[in-house]
């Protein structure tokens, strides 16, 4: 089946435009999560939606940073008035509901590649 | 907040060679994973380990979990050049949901 998906691939803007992100989990999956990652450096988290609860913003770095998710679908993670140092990679994750007993595998997408000149 | 360091941060080998990279915490975690990240691409989950010394074999990966689930290691016998990746471990909290924290990643580059 369909693995997650996010668009667009890449994107260079001007600093201080506002972006949008956009990730397409697999069906079925529960749990949504947004990642950043700066060049050759391991993933910080942002944000994760599961269900219907409240998402968990803990990682957010800013108030310039804010994500939405509709139901159990599409998510989308908008930054304004990017700055240079938002430049990463971009990656989202699902999973399915989570049992409460064994950790169960994240599956990424392949990830936004944003450059704030 | 839990964190987990990795190392070595970059490691360049011959065809051949055998490798050991680390993960290391001062917290405990409930389960601990390894991803392979290729570039370009995503992070793919190569292993869970959930009981305190616990050891998987995956082909050529050895993967240890610490008896204190503290800690982690992969072990690549033989390396070869499509084994040139990031290599991230992931933990789990024990009241986290699912969330995951990441290292820092091991960089490996496997020269023919």
């Known amino acids: 089946g369909a693995g997650v998906s996010q668009s667009p691939s890449n994107k260079v803007t001007e600093k201080g435009k506002d972006v949008e992100l956009r990730c397409d989990p697999i069906s079925g999956h529960t749990a949504l999560y947004w990642y950043r990652q700066r060049l050759g450096q391991g993933l910080e988290f942002l944000i994760y939606?599961?269900?219907?609860?409240?998402?968990?913003k803990s990682g957010l770095p800013s108030d310039r940073f804010s994500a939405e998710r509709t139901g159990e679908s599409v998510s989308t993670l908008t930054i304004q008035r990017t700055q240079q140092e938002d430049s990463a990679v971009y990656l989202c994750?699902?999973?399915?509901?989570?049992?409460?007993?064994?950790?169960?595998?994240?599956?990424f997408g392949p990830g936004t590649r944003l450059l704030v000149l | 907040t839990q964190l987990l360091e990795q190392s070595p941060q970059f490691l360049s080998i011959q065809e051949g060679e055998n490798l050991t990279v680390y993960c290391n915490s001062s917290?405990?975690?409930?389960?601990l994973q390894w991803y392979r990240q290729e570039p370009g691409e995503g992070p793919v989950l190569l292993v869970t380990v959930v009981t305190g010394g616990e050891v998987k074999k995956l082909k050529r990966l050895t993967f240890q979990f610490g008896d204190a689930r503290k800690d982690s290691s992969l072990h690549i016998t033989a390396a070869q050049p499509g084994d040139t990746g990031l290599y991230l471990c992931a933990g789990a909290g024990n009241n986290a949901g699912n969330m995951l924290t990441f290292g820092g990643g091991t960089r490996l580059m496997v020269k023919p």
């Open positions: 939606f599961q269900g219907n609860s409240a998402p968990d």
């Open positions: 917290s405990v975690f409930s389960s």
């Open positions: 994750a699902s999973s399915p509901q989570w049992s409460g007993l064994h950790q169960e595998t994240q599956y």
